[in-house]
C-alpha cells in the first residue's frame, strides 16, 4: 500500500508560479513511477506530466511542456511538479498518482493517488 499526500496548491495571478510536492509513505514507494494528473469543474481528469522511478525521464503533455517541470527526490519519497506562467485554464484540482508503469498518461495505470489539492489561476 502507498499512501499519496499532495501539498502546495493554493491561488495565484495569471504568470505567476506554484510549487506543488507529493509526498509518498509505505512499502515500495520508491518501486513505482508517478504521474500528475489535474481536473477541472466539469471536465474529464487530464494527464500533466510523468516520472520514471529513477527520475532520470519525463513526460509531458503537450499544454504543459515548457511551463511545467516534474522532479522527484527519492531520499525524502516527495515528487515535485513546478508549473510556472500560469493561465486561468490551469485552474483545476491537481493529483498525484503511483504507477508500475513507466511513464504512462493513462489514469487506470495508475495504483494509488492522493486525495488531490487545489489551485487556482486568477486573470
Known amino acids: 500500500q502507498v499512501r499519496l499526500v499532495e501539498s502546495g496548491g493554493g491561488s495565484v495571478q495569471a504568470g505567476g508560479s506554484l510549487r506543488l510536492s507529493c509526498a509518498a509513505s509505505g512499502r515500495t514507494r520508491s518501486s513505482y513511477a508517478m504521474g500528475w494528473f489535474r481536473q477541472a469543474p466539469g471536465k474529464e481528469r487530464e494527464f500533466v506530466a510523468a516520472i520514471s522511478r529513477s527520475g532520470a525521464s519525463t513526460y509531458y503533455a503537450d499544454s504543459m511542456k515548457g511551463r511545467f517541470a516534474v522532479s522527484r527526490d527519492n531520499a525524502k519519497s516527495t515528487v515535485y511538479l513546478q508549473m510556472n506562467s500560469l493561465k486561468p485554464e490551469d485552474t483545476a484540482v491537481y493529483y498525484c498518482?503511483?504507477?508500475?508503469?513507466?511513464?504512462?498518461?493513462?489514469?487506470?495505470?495508475?495504483?494509488?493517488w492522493g486525495q488531490g489539492t487545489q489551485v487556482t489561476v486568477s486573470s
Open positions: 498518482a503511483a504507477s508500475l508503469i513507466n511513464l504512462s498518461d493513462f489514469a487506470p495505470q495508475y495504483d494509488y
